[in-house]
Structure formats: structure tokens, C-alpha cells
């Protein structure tokens, strides 16, 4: 069962069209995405005292639904693909809207970077044991490596 985040579109979400601009939806999913890492104990001050945290390499969205101002959303979050050791992942967002259409499909790829070196790194033990419960996709794959 994925993680679900719930937000409500505000007048800054909004383009001139008076829809949800693009980046407002990364904006959705990178707060569903730091929320369900926090679930699992890799919050922002564990991040900080370890001197690492999440890195993106890719970020797609596709728009299928158009959203407007007040409409309340729900973003869920699984792990559709990612290495045992937990050091690279690709995790899907959805964006439902409350009559239960799926306004957008966000798909990021990323690892950890430890901040210091400026360099990629793994995560510490401990913490590999909370990702590996993140919720995994259906259709989930364990990358080589």
C-alpha cells in the first residue's frame, strides 16, 4: 500500500491560467516523498546530524488532469524500483484528486548525497533497514548493484 500525503492547492500554486503550474506538482510530490521517508525514521534532523540526504537525477511528470484553486489532493508515494542497499531508487507519485481522478503521474530517480564531500554516498545501516519498508509498487524492481 503506498504512502498517501493530502494538500490543498492555494493561489501560489496557480499559473496564469488559473491551474496548477508545473512545478507546484514536483512541489506536492517532494513533500509526500520527505513525508513518507520521516514515517520510516529518515527525517530532515537524522539527514543533518549524518551529514547526508536524498538526491534527484531525473524527475518526469506526466499531466493528465487539469487542477484548480481549493481542490484537495492526495499524493501517494511507492518505490518502484531500487538497489538491495538501498543506495539508488526510483519512487512514483500520483496526484488524485478528491472525486478520485488521477491528475498526474511524477516518477523521480535518485540516491544519497552526503553533503560534506559533495559526492554520492550510502546510507548508514540503521537507516537502509527503515528504507527497505518504504511501500513498494506492484510492479517493483530490484536493480543490480
Known sequence: MPHTYTGKVMWSHLDANMHMRHSAYADFAAQARIEALEELGLDLKTFQRLHIGPILFREETNYLREVGINEELTITSELTKGRKDGSRWTIRHEIIKADGVKA?????????????????A???????????HMPRSADYVELEG
Open 104 to 120: 498526474a503521474v511524477i516518477v523521480v530517480e535518485g540516491a544519497w548525497l552526503d553533503v560534506l564531500k559533495r559526492k554520492l
Open 122 to 132: 550510502v546510507l548508514p545501516e540503521e537507516l537502509v533497514e527503515h528504507f527497505a
